[in-house]
Structure formats: C-alpha cells, structure tokens
C-alpha cells in the first residue's frame, strides 16, 4: 500500500504531466489548437495524421464534441488520433469514441521517472554496443526493424523521425543496436521543449535478440542525454514487456493510455 507522502508525489508528477505534456504543449510540425473543449494538433503535412491531446468533456456534451472534432479533422482531410488517459473524463469516453467507430490501441501504462545525479541509470558505465542515429539510412534501418517487429508499414514515422532530425537536431535522438551489419533493437527520445520532460519512444528488439539488456542499454543512454539537457524526468508509454524493466529502475505508473484513431484510420 502506497503512503499519504508517496500518493502526494505522483499527484504533483501527474498534474505536472499534464500542464506540460498535454495542456501546453507544442509539437515541431503540428499547428496548436486550444478550444474550450479540447487541445487538438493538426499536422503541416499532407497525408499526416493530426491528434487531440487533451480534452474537457462531461456526460452532456462528449458525444456532440466528439462529432464535432470528427467533423472538423474530416473538412481538413486529416485523419487523427484522440489520446485518452485512464482519468479523463467522462469515465465512458473509450467507449463512445468506439460507438463513434474509433479503433483503439492496446492499453498502455504512463511511466514517469524523476532523474537526479544519483540515478543507476545515470551512472551506469558508457555503452560498448549502442550507436547513435544520426542520418537517413540510420532511420531507414529504424523503420525497417519496426516493420518487421509488428508487421505493418512504419513510412510515415519514418518521414517524421527524418524530418523532425533534420529540422530539430537537438530534440531527437535516435539510437540502435546492431549486430553483424542489422540493426536488432532501436529506440529515440525527443526532449520536450519548454518543459521539464524527455519522452521515450520504440525500444524494440528482434524477437530472436531478446533477453540481452539490450532494452536496459538503450534506456540508459537516452536517460543520461535528457539529464545532459537539463531534464528532470522521463516519460514512456509502456507495454506490458517493458513495463518490468523500467519498474526495475524506479519508474513509476501515473494512469493508462489509450490510442482511439478515427473512423478512417488505416
């Protein structure tokens, strides 16, 4: 059972969480809009999907703003994804995106891990195996691992990762391992602007590669490069393989997430 000291500082972690990473904030290559109902980002690029981060819904009028939104992306020819978190409101809101004919995403749990000089993770020896990614081929390598992990096409990620690369060097990182010439396990870590925040992305490891640390090897880079940059935490939407490892190294689960993509989602 968690102590009164322990549930006050993952409310504080939670509201922080929210004030930065949805109400405020702003993505490179995403044009901000904040209603009286929702935080949505629509996308600069054709053919790229937008989303909705944040939302202040109730019983009464979450349906109608849900096929107001539904609406809205569809004049602007833009599919999108409505992130739901497990204390958004209404409680039934996953349930009317889907009577909407949204496809949700598998659960996953938002871990954030406060960083401090101290941390294992900080002062775990340097990397012999991992490689930073810096150009296109790198990417190309990234998206190439995630096709065959999940079996789906990852080109629009992969034009986003190249892009975001390209035009903010110094808020994307990328990192990979390989052996013998192929890339086996990959992951990257954009730093938040105007905030406190890193966020964590892939962490996928071939199948066959799996139970090396590779996984621990990539965290522990990405966490000493967002200390290097002044950030006090991380933050990582976890499936439930991952979630052990980062419990391990003192992360801690905030809520749920949940990733509805509109009806005309492919």
């Given at each position: 059972m968690k102590s009164n000291h322990e549930e006050m500082k993952e409310n504080q972690l939670l509201a922080l969480f929210q004030r930065e990473l949805r109400l405020e904030a702003n993505t490179p290559?995403?044009?901000?809009?904040?209603?009286?109902?929702v935080v949505r980002h629509v996308s600069k690029q054709k053919n790229e999907k937008g989303f909705i981060i944040c939302s202040h819904l109730n019983e009464e009028n979450a349906s109608e703003i849900i096929d107001s939104e539904m609406c809205y992306f569809n004049n602007l020819g833009q599919e999108?994804?409505?992130k739901v978190y497990s204390y958004d409101q209404p409680h039934n809101l996953k349930a009317l995106l889907m009577q909407k004919g949204f496809d949700m995403e598998e659960e996953e749990a938002l871990m954030v891990l406060e960083l401090n000089e101290q941390h294992h993770l900080i002062n775990r020896p340097a990397s012999a195996i991992v490689k930073e990614i810096r150009d296109k081929e790198g990417i190309e390598d990234i998206i190439a691992l995630e096709?065959?992990?999940?079996?789906?096409?990852?080109?629009?990620?992969?034009?986003?990762?190249?892009?975001?690369?390209q035009n903010n060097p110094d808020s994307l990182f990328l990192y990979g391992?390989?052996?013998?010439?192929?890339?086996?396990?990959?992951?990257?870590?954009?730093?938040?602007?105007?905030?406190?925040?890193?966020?964590?992305?892939?962490?996928?490891?071939l199948s066959s590669e799996r139970g090396k640390g590779y996984y621990t090897e990539l965290l522990a880079d990405r966490a000493k490069k967002a200390y290097?940059?002044?950030?006090?935490?991380?933050?990582?939407?976890a499936r439930?393989?991952?979630?052990?490892?980062?419990?391990?190294?003192?992360?801690t689960c905030l809520a749920y997430t949940y990733g509805c993509h509109s009806p005309s989602f492919k």
């Open positions: 290559g995403y044009v901000r809009e904040a209603t009286d109902h999108f994804e409505w096709n065959t992990i999940w079996g789906e096409s990852h080109t629009e990620l992969g034009e986003r990762l190249w892009r975001d690369k391992i390989y052996q013998e010439g192929l890339l086996v396990s990959a992951a990257w870590m954009y730093i938040e602007s105007n905030s406190s925040f890193a966020s964590l992305w892939g962490g996928s490891t290097e940059y002044g950030r006090k935490h991380l933050t990582v939407d439930p393989m991952s979630r052990p490892i980062l419990e391990k190294y003192r992360f």
